[in-house]
């Protein structure tokens, strides 16, 4: 009886104990498996699982693998400030106003209301120096300007004189009578990359420091017809009305281009934005405020040039419809005295392929004035090498 009471204890610890090491496993194996798909033997059941067991992250980290724009917009949106332009518009007179009968009954008086309408243009501006220099688009600052209003990221609102503008890059300088304001830096636009991040920052739709991303989409673009000068960044982050005159930045927090206008058949955000390249805002800013103009290059006396279609490339003897199709030309002018002619098709310049007009305009406006430029021309099939003089572009910009 004994002995057999005996045996049962030993059976039933024996049974206990098995249990014990099976139920250890069973959970090492689930952690294991949890953290690297494959379950492991160990020798030890608690140390090995106080090693595998996961740190939870903390509550703040951002999402894996996405960018973390948090510090670049905090700093860039305070270099970005509102622009508010009033112009005046001044409406026609009365048809009537110099009428006998009209004035006998009415006087001097006008009766059709004011003549002038004043009319308030609402976009963003981007300071690019501590002592108040602010770089917007021509369009937001407007024509017969009578006040400009600028306002700060601290919430000051300050008035603002126009230094100068250039309409053929739709940029304007600006300057408020003020010193240590949070700048941007200018970044070189030339190494912007197609699918690099980038930030916008401006105002749309009136609603300040507004900061949305996306990537550079294309660089280079022109004939989208916003300008006569066009060399833009194209981006898919969000610019609405408003967003004109705002920041472009990449990643380190430096200015790479001066938000201008939008694709869109709704006249809002489909996804297509585009900037003037920073490089080109700091040739017209150094040129406005040099000269308070722009000076830019000209062959002289090109009045029309046109894109090649396919049917008059094969009318005028080219193999493709690449270059710039001169239309009509002055007699007496730089180009005309080389030995530039109507239906001639501009192919080069400076050992430059043309590609269409808006190419050329560039490369001219950007040659050296008083240098002698190398045309190469396509007339008849045949193809000519011209020396023609780059002269500074009588065209004057406020």
Do not use: C
């Amino acid at each position: 009886m004994v002995r057999r009471f005996i045996l049962t204890s030993a059976l039933v610890v024996a049974g206990f104990a098995a249990g014990m090491v099976v139920t250890g496993r069973l959970r090492i194996a689930n952690t294991s498996s949890a953290n690297t798909g494959v379950a492991e033997p160990a020798t030890s059941a608690e140390p090995q699982a106080r090693a595998t067991a996961p740190t939870p992250p903390p509550a703040s980290a951002p999402f894996a693998g996405a960018p973390d724009f948090t510090k670049i917009a905090g700093q860039a949106v305070k270099g970005v400030a509102n622009i508010s332009s009033l112009q005046v518009v001044r409406r026609q007179n009365s048809p009537f106003e110099n009428d006998p009968f009209f004035q006998y009954f009415f006087g001097d008086q006008d009766v059709s209301g004011s003549r002038d309408r004043r009319s308030m243009s609402l976009g963003s501006g981007v300071i690019i120096s501590p002592d108040g220099y602010i770089v917007t688009n021509n369009h937001v600052v407007g024509e017969n300007v009578r006040e400009i209003t600028v306002a700060l990221s601290d919430n000051r609102e300050v008035k603002g004189r126009v230094i100068g503008t250039d309409p053929a890059t739709d940029i304007a300088l600006l300057k408020v009578d003020l010193a240590g304001l949070p700048s941007l830096p200018l970044g070189d636009s030339s190494k912007l990359l197609v699918g690099e991040w980038v930030l916008a920052i401006g105002s749309p739709f009136q609603l300040s420091r507004t900061v949305t991303a996306g990537i550079i989409s294309a660089t280079g673009r022109s004939n989208v017809g916003f300008s006569e000068y066009e060399d833009f960044i194209q981006t898919d982050a969000a610019i609405n009305p408003g967003n004109s005159g705002g920041a472009l930045i990449n990643t380190r927090g430096e200015l790479v281009g001066i938000n201008t206008g939008i694709f869109s058949q709704s006249g809002g955000y489909q996804g297509i934005g585009f900037a003037v390249p920073s490089n080109l805002v700091q040739h017209v800013v150094t040129d406005l405020r040099q000269f308070g103009q722009v000076r830019r290059g000209t062959i002289g006396g090109i009045v029309t040039i046109d894109k090649l279609t396919p049917q008059v490339a094969e009318e005028v003897g080219a193999p493709n419809t690449s270059g710039a199709l001169v239309i009509r030309m002055m007699r007496g002018s730089e180009a005309y005295d080389a030995g530039v002619r109507p239906g001639d098709v501009i192919v080069g310049f400076n050992g430059v392929r043309i590609d269409d007009p808006s190419q050329l305009y560039r490369l001219v406006a950007d040659a050296k004035i008083g240098s002698t430029a190398s045309v190469r021309i396509l007339r008849g099939g045949r193809t000519l090498e011209m020396k023609v003089p780059i002269v500074s572009d009588a065209r004057g910009r406020r």
